[in-house]
T-cell receptor, first 110, second 114 residues
């Protein structure tokens, strides 16, 4: 079946850039997503990218997609303490069914 | 107005009891879901409904029974609760368009089985 993998932990200093990486196996992925989960809350969609695009930028967030290598990354510029959260990578197939990674816990140190 | 709301937020109960979690969405979406998040924060889909019809039923014990009275509501009933059912349960909704499944999540129900 489909598999989405991401490293479990990332720690950065405030003001630095964070890069969270994700790999997936499903060749028929149509959309790829990044969700953010803050403590005690549900997941919130941050951004998504269509599979025929290779980059999407939204303010401090940059998504890069390498479809050949099935690699997705999320770069957060000027990381702030409020960015501390769990970030989930997900992909959806042609039917719109999503598969989630196990989440990367981002810790931002002052 | 909260887009996806679920109740209760916390549920503490004894093993063997039966409990329900309710979910409502006011986004006009056709599809609703239940996800389970374990203590390691891993997220797994349990069920999804499209216009009140069950379309995804992952490997979930039949003690879990979802019910969708209309497309804005998806409730989860759990019979004979076990210790391993302790987790955070998230309701979500989406309007799937050409493979784009943007999910909107509720704030979760933390279930503790003692």
């Amino acid at each position: 079946g489909e598999d989405v993998e991401q490293s479990l932990f990332l720690s950065v200093r405030e003001g630095d850039s964070s890069v969270i990486n994700c790999t997936y196996t499903d060749s028929s992925s149509t959309y790829l997503y990044w969700y953010k989960q803050e403590p005690g809350a549900g997941l919130q969609l941050l951004t998504y990218i269509f599979s025929n695009m290779d980059m999407k930028q939204d303010q401090r967030l940059t998504v890069l997609l390498n479809k050949k290598d099935k690699h997705l990354s999320l770069r957060i510029a000027d990381t702030q303490t409020g960015d501390s959260a769990i970030y989930f990578c997900a992909e959806s197939d042609n039917a719109g069914k999503s598969t989630f990674g196990d989440g990367t816990t981002l810790t931002v140190k002052p | 107005d909260t887009a996806v709301s679920q109740t209760p937020k916390y549920l503490v109960t004894q093993m063997g009891n039966d409990k329900s979690i309710k979910c409502e969405q006011n986004l006009g979406h056709d599809t609703m879901y239940w996800y389970k998040q374990d203590s390691k924060k891993f997220l797994k889909i349990m069920f999804s409904y499209n216009n009140k019809e069950l379309i995804i039923n992952e490997t979930v014990p039949n003690r879990f029974s979802p019910k969708s009275p209309d497309k804005a509501h998806l409730n989860l009933h759990i019979n004979s609760l076990e210790l391993g059912d302790s987790a955070v349960y998230f309701c979500a909704s989406s309007q799937v368009q050409m493979g784009n499944e943007k999910l909107f999540f509720g704030s979760g129900t933390q279930l503790s089985v003692l």
